[in-house]
């Protein structure tokens, strides 16, 4: 007979449960799963209550969820837990652009543009220019690198949060680097903006006293062939909460000013060695 389920061993009772799973990995993963989940209820002497609570909130937080609205990402995102999944993913060696989170926001498809378009349609904002290049570590320019960029508009709402109000893909953008790796645009100086507080996600801010605020960024998704895709911001340096940011995505080679209404983001790309 295996061994039956007791406090003390609860952790590895179970664990050893899913001992003849036949994916190593997956095996690897529930069963370090399962041991820190029973070490943080035995920690906290979880109540049966507590424990009722914690369902109901992961329910309603599924609940929320749908094409546009990603409540797990962000609750992920409040807990650290995106931005720590993007950092063990993306070390960059200090020679290539940060990562940062993505986000709950990119669940549409930007639209193709061309390069120097507006990607402001709703028009409020303060307009500004957008431009950089794209480079390997080595300084050699990514012609033809694809820039995917979107942002909130001037008051702190990306283009899925007010359907039927914001213009369909506001302030969006799929743009494609010239032969020298070079990408401009136009579009608003971006601000600061609460991220979305009328769900579970925002009761767990509200009870623990922190603020929902994201500093002012402008979200970059960059890639091409043979060079490692990079998931990052540009966050804009005298913005408010940059060093509180709501989901913790802040980096400092990340923050740029914005001089003379220019937003200067060059990129720079690792090779894709995997
Ligand atoms: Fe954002």
Redesign the pocket.
Known sequence: MGELFSEERSGEVVAASFEDTPDERLREVLTSLVRHLHAFVKDVELTESEWAAAVDFLTRTGQMSDEVRQEFILLSDVLGVSMLVETLNHRSGGTATEQTVL?P?HLVTSPPRELGDDIALDGTGEPCRVEGRITGVGGEPVAGASVDVW??NADGF?DVQRPGVLPERNLRGLFTADEDGRYWFRSIVPCCYPIPVDGPVGELLRSTGRHPY?PA?L?FLVSAPGYRTVTT?AFIADSPYLDSDAVFGVKESLVREVVEGVLTFDVTLQPDDA
């Open positions: 986000g926001f942002q909130a990306y994201r960024h979200h911001h």
